[in-house]
């Protein structure tokens, strides 16, 4: 697999497109591939991901990766049988000085939409491109199927507590080298790097790089201080292209590396000098670019990061501004730079901490929907100031005085402030748990591991045990919790009070027996009861049903009676929730805008389930409460729920095989319902259809029975329709 260098506007942020534009056909080299055997190359996560998304085309479309796994082992292991031995970096946290995420997913927005649009009209391999150009505005997801996938092929990464470039030209530039070479984008040489790798082609057995010295060159011998300062001008993620440069009324050829070298070299080489005059556009407003300039360079100068030691800070720290946090956002304590590194945590939360902004972009679909708007603006909020709580509480108390707001795509003049002193301690809340394995050892199985569901369910569900688990002591008189098992256990426990299912004497609460009895009658597997609670929670927040939601979306049910229509949505939704049996290679199939949009709403609360629970588990190792002692930190990520996004693949499948059996006038006809199913496997390529189907329909059962003993948690109306459409239901099975 060939690992091309991304496009000219890359999703991931990555890249300078004058710079890649002007030196990859005149300055990048090609060389064999044996001349890097036995070397150790950093490769940064966000460059690398950008080659491996371009390979699944329909990715947007979906809201998510089916082959994401295989792709990067394909592509691993194909590096290492070079003879490479390989060390990824992710980015942390944000500096608060990049490109504006809420724009760029308006534009990928935008950009679905077209690719929809463009479907629609049978215009597929124009969608396709289409799609790849919208990119994934969400890529934590992506992230973490790759780290999932790294740690188990036992290939090396950290996450940086900023930017990974920075912490790449750390880990080359460090006397103890602990890698050879970098293997990234052009962004690289802004943070002082002498040589880059853009691309790694096994297929052909070659490398291309680009030599920092070679541009200095070509430049005309420019210094590096300046030949930073013609990078950051030309425009990147790290620093918007200096505005005058696209003036064609002043500059007809348009903006390039040449003309910004003259430029500067007018000034002298100070960027600094060229922003302060601007002697070419006085219409501009320079001034708020020249601030956002100067954080930039603070931010290249003095990037933090880890150092091989553990400790945490800038570079070059005897020359850097104290005020650099301002460039870069609030400190945290070490030890969560920690976790984040060892990937047990997500950056999210702690984001919103470090640069007092929740920011709450726009989805690939349904952003334009009152319903999704209501939901991450007002339903969402409560999740959101539980997790920032659990986060600042054990800290220093500075935390607790930060003010935090939110920022919403579709509303950017909303604040919604946050003020960590009204919220409720967590700590006392949640102190009656401190669950030893002796307690539960004898209930648990290989199916229901501690940090499942399903086992915190079977353990509180026994009168006994959990009036056994109720703990009274002081935190100075509790043992630590050591066992990974009793740590999950925990967690688990203090989630579900926190969502209401459980309460303080840790007995299930109504909502906690409509969970237990959805959980019950779900599958074994991770997917399925994360399914179900997903179900249970989208029930609460009156989102479970087939209301009307995404007007003029396609992909809707179009065929049947109103009734038809009426029950395949709901049906299809619920399926949204689960995991398509499907090969490890990139979706070729049918497409619904409605779904995804549907999707999005079911994402937005997986991930407040998943920040909730990070947040408990950061907590409980904050609090002094767990021994910190161990090497597990990413294995205790993995093992809790929600730790990876479902795509709406199932749900098209689902609605695919409904809508075409009600063009029938018999679709009630076991004969014509197998001759649908294997008509439609053909639709969806790749996928075991029936088997799809039949998982589809027990994530079904599973939520309709909870229905059915939610009593009048649910309207009687509802339950009528609910009764109606499994009547439906069992005659299309």
Same mark, same amino acid.
């Given at each position: 697999?060939?690992?091309?260098?991304?496009?000219?506007?890359?999703?991931?942020?990555?890249?300078?497109?004058?710079?890649?534009?002007?030196?990859?056909?005149?300055?990048?080299?090609?060389?064999?591939?044996?001349?890097?055997?036995? !070397?150790?190359?950093?490769?940064?996560?966000?460059?690398?991901?950008?080659?491996?998304?371009?390979?699944?085309?329909?990715?947007?479309?979906?809201?998510?990766?089916?082959?994401?796994?295989?792709?990067?082992?394909?592509?691993?292991?194909?590096?290492?049988?070079?003879?490479? +031995?390989?060390?990824?970096?992710?980015?942390?946290?944000?500096?608060?000085?990049?490109?504006?995420?809420?724009?760029?997913?308006?534009?990928? +927005?935008?950009?679905?939409?077209?690719?929809?649009?463009?479907?629609?009209?049978?215009?597929?391999?124009?969608?396709?491109?289409?799609?790849?150009?919208?990119?994934?505005?969400?890529?934590?997801?992506?992230?973490?199927?790759?780290?999932?996938?790294?740690?188990?092929?036992?290939?090396?990464?950290?996450?940086?507590?900023?930017?990974?470039?920075?912490?790449?030209?750390?880990?080359?530039?460090?006397?103890?080298?602990?890698?050879?070479?970098?293997?990234?984008?052009?962004?690289?040489?802004?943070?002082?790097?002498?040589?880059?790798?853009?691309?790694?082609?096994?297929?052909?057995?070659?490398?291309?790089?680009?030599?920092?010295?070679? !541009?200095?060159?070509?430049?005309?011998?420019?210094?590096?201080?300046?030949?930073?300062?013609?990078?950051?001008?030309?425009?990147?993620?790290?620093?918007?292209?200096?505005?005058?440069?696209?003036?064609?009324?002043?500059?007809?050829?348009?903006?390039?590396?040449?003309?910004?070298?003259?430029?500067?070299?007018?000034?002298?080489?100070?960027?600094?000098?060229?922003?302060?005059?601007?002697?070419?556009?006085?219409?501009?407003?320079?001034?708020? %670019?020249?601030?956002?300039?100067?954080?930039?360079?603070?931010?290249?100068?003095?990037?933090?990061?880890?150092?091989?030691?553990?400790?945490?800070?800038?570079?070059?720290?005897?020359?850097?501004?104290?005020?650099?946090?301002?460039?870069?956002?609030? $400190?945290?304590?070490?030890?969560?730079?920690?976790?984040?590194? *060892?990937?047990?945590?997500?950056?999210?939360?702690?984001?919103?901490?470090?640069?007092?902004?929740?920011?709450?972009?726009?989805?690939?679909?349904?952003?334009?929907?009152?319903?999704?708007?209501?939901?991450?603006?007002?339903?969402?909020?409560?999740?959101?100031?539980?997790?920032?709580?659990?986060?600042?509480?054990?800290?220093?108390?500075? %935390?607790?005085?930060?003010?935090?707001?939110?920022?919403?795509?579709?509303?950017?003049?909303?604040?919604?402030?946050?003020?960590?002193?009204?919220?409720?301690?967590?700590?006392?809340?949640?102190?009656?748990?401190?669950?030893?394995?002796?307690?539960?050892?004898?209930?648990?199985?290989?199916?229901?591991?501690?940090?499942?569901?399903?086992?915190?369910?079977?353990?509180?569900?026994?009168?006994? %045990?959990?009036?056994?688990?109720?703990?009274?002591?002081?935190?100075?008189?509790?043992?630590?919790?050591?066992?990974? $098992?009793?740590?999950?256990?925990?967690?688990?426990? *203090?989630?579900?009070?926190?969502?209401?299912?459980?309460?303080?004497?840790?007995?299930?609460?109504?909502?906690?027996?409509?969970?237990?009895?959805?959980?019950?009658? +779900?599958?074994?597997?991770?997917?399925?009861?994360?399914?179900?609670?997903?179900?249970?929670?989208?029930?609460?927040?009156?989102?479970?049903?087939?209301?009307?939601?995404?007007?003029?979306?396609?992909?809707?049910?179009?065929?049947?009676?109103?009734?038809?229509?009426?029950?395949?949505?709901?049906?299809?939704?619920?399926?949204?929730?689960?995991?398509?049996?499907?090969?490890?290679?990139?979706?070729?199939?049918?497409?619904? $805008?409605?779904?995804?949009?549907?999707?999005?709403?079911?994402?937005?609360?997986?991930?407040?389930?998943?920040?909730?629970?990070?947040?408990?588990?950061?907590?409980?190792?904050?609090?002094?409460?767990?021994?910190?002692?161990?090497?597990?930190?990413?294995?205790?990520?993995? $093992?809790?729920?929600?730790?990876?996004?479902?795509? !709406?693949?199932?749900?098209?499948?689902?609605?695919?095989?409904?809508?075409?059996?009600?063009?029938?006038?018999?679709?009630?006809?076991?004969?014509?319902?197998?001759?649908?199913?294997?008509?439609?496997?053909?639709?969806?390529?790749?996928?075991?259809?029936?088997?799809?189907?039949?998982?589809?329909?027990?994530?079904?059962?599973?939520?309709?029975?909870?229905?059915?003993?939610?009593?009048?948690?649910?309207?009687?109306?509802?339950?009528?329709?609910?009764?109606?459409?499994?009547?439906?239901?069992?005659?299309?099975?």
């Amino acid at each position: 697999m060939a690992l091309a260098v991304p496009p000219a506007v890359p999703t991931a942020g990555r890249g300078i497109p004058l710079f890649d534009s002007w030196a990859g056909s005149k300055l990048a080299k090609t060389f064999d591939l044996t001349w890097l055997k036995d !070397c150790t190359i950093g490769i940064d996560a966000a460059y690398f991901l950008e080659s491996l998304r371009l390979q699944e085309p329909l990715l947007s479309g979906l809201g998510g990766s089916l082959a994401l796994e295989s792709l990067l082992i394909k592509a691993v292991r194909d590096m290492q049988s070079f003879g490479l +031995s390989l060390h990824f970096v992710f980015d942390g946290l944000d500096t608060g000085n990049t490109n504006d995420s809420i724009a760029e997913s308006k534009r990928a +927005s935008e950009l679905a939409t077209s690719a929809f649009e463009q479907s629609g009209r049978g215009q597929s391999s124009l969608a396709s491109q289409t799609f790849k150009a919208a990119g994934f505005s969400d890529t934590t997801t992506l992230f973490e199927i790759m780290k999932k996938t790294l740690h188990e092929i036992k290939v090396p990464f950290i996450v940086a507590p900023y930017s990974a470039l920075g912490q790449l030209v750390y880990l080359e530039q460090s006397p103890s080298q602990f890698i050879d070479a970098v293997l990234g984008s052009s962004e690289l040489f802004c943070f002082g790097i002498d040589k880059v790798i853009t691309r790694i082609s096994p297929e052909t057995s070659q490398f291309t790089w680009i030599k920092r010295q070679d !541009c200095l060159d070509e430049l005309g011998n420019v210094p590096v201080p300046t030949f930073v300062d013609i990078l950051l001008l030309a425009g990147s993620n790290i620093l918007p292209q200096f505005p005058p440069i696209s003036n064609l009324a002043v500059y007809p050829k348009g903006p390039s590396i040449r003309l910004l070298t003259e430029l500067l070299a007018s000034c002298g080489g100070s960027g600094a000098r060229l922003c302060a005059t601007d002697p070419v556009s006085k219409l501009q407003d320079m001034d708020a %670019y020249f601030d956002r300039y100067k954080r930039a360079l603070t931010i290249v100068r003095h990037h933090v990061v880890i150092t091989a030691e553990g400790d945490v800070g800038p570079l070059n720290k005897e020359r850097a501004p104290d005020d650099t946090h301002l460039c870069i956002g609030v $400190r945290l304590p070490e030890e969560l730079y920690m976790y984040l590194s *060892r990937g047990m945590v997500r950056p999210r939360v702690l984001n919103w901490l470090t640069t007092g902004t929740v920011l709450i972009t726009q989805p690939l679909a349904g952003g334009d929907s009152e319903v999704y708007q209501d939901l991450v603006k007002t339903k969402l909020d409560p999740l959101r100031r539980q997790a920032l709580s659990l986060l600042s509480e054990p800290i220093h108390r500075y %935390y607790h005085t930060i003010a935090v707001t939110t920022r919403l795509s579709f509303d950017l003049k909303n604040e919604g402030l946050y003020n960590m002193k009204e919220q409720p301690l967590m700590k006392d809340l949640l102190s009656s748990w401190n669950v030893k394995l002796d307690s539960f050892k004898d209930v648990y199985s290989e199916d229901t591991p501690p940090g499942t569901l399903q086992f915190a369910m079977a353990f509180l569900e026994n009168k006994d %045990y959990a009036a056994s688990s109720v703990s009274s002591k002081p935190k100075a008189g509790q043992e630590l919790l050591k066992d990974s $098992r009793e740590i999950l256990a925990n967690v688990v426990y *203090r989630f579900l009070q926190l969502r209401g299912y459980v309460n303080e004497k840790h007995q299930l609460t109504p909502w906690g027996k409509v969970l237990q009895e959805a959980l019950n009658a +779900s599958g074994m597997n991770r997917a399925d009861e994360e399914a179900a609670f997903i179900a249970v929670e989208l029930l609460r927040l009156g989102l479970l049903n087939p209301d009307t939601m995404f007007l003029g979306y396609s992909g809707a049910p179009g065929h049947g009676t109103n009734i038809d229509m009426r029950n395949a949505m709901l049906v299809s939704r619920i399926a949204c929730l689960g995991k398509i049996r499907h090969e490890q290679k990139p979706y070729s199939g049918t497409l619904s $805008r409605h779904l995804l949009a549907y999707q999005s709403m079911t994402s937005s609360i997986r991930s407040s389930l998943r920040d909730l629970l990070e947040m408990t588990l950061v907590a409980l190792f904050l609090e002094g409460l767990v021994d910190r002692d161990r090497d597990d930190w990413m294995d205790l990520s993995l $093992r809790l729920p929600f730790q990876q996004e479902q795509t !709406c693949a199932l749900g098209v499948l689902t609605l695919h095989y409904l809508d075409d059996l009600a063009k029938f006038p018999n679709p009630t006809s076991r004969e014509l319902q197998s001759e649908i199913k294997t008509k439609c496997q053909h639709a969806i390529l790749y996928s075991d259809f029936s088997a799809s189907l039949e998982k589809a329909f027990n994530i079904w059962d599973s939520v309709y029975k909870a229905v059915k003993v939610a009593g009048d948690k649910v309207n009687q109306s509802d339950r009528e329709m609910w009764k109606d459409v499994n009547g439906w239901l069992l005659q299309r099975k």
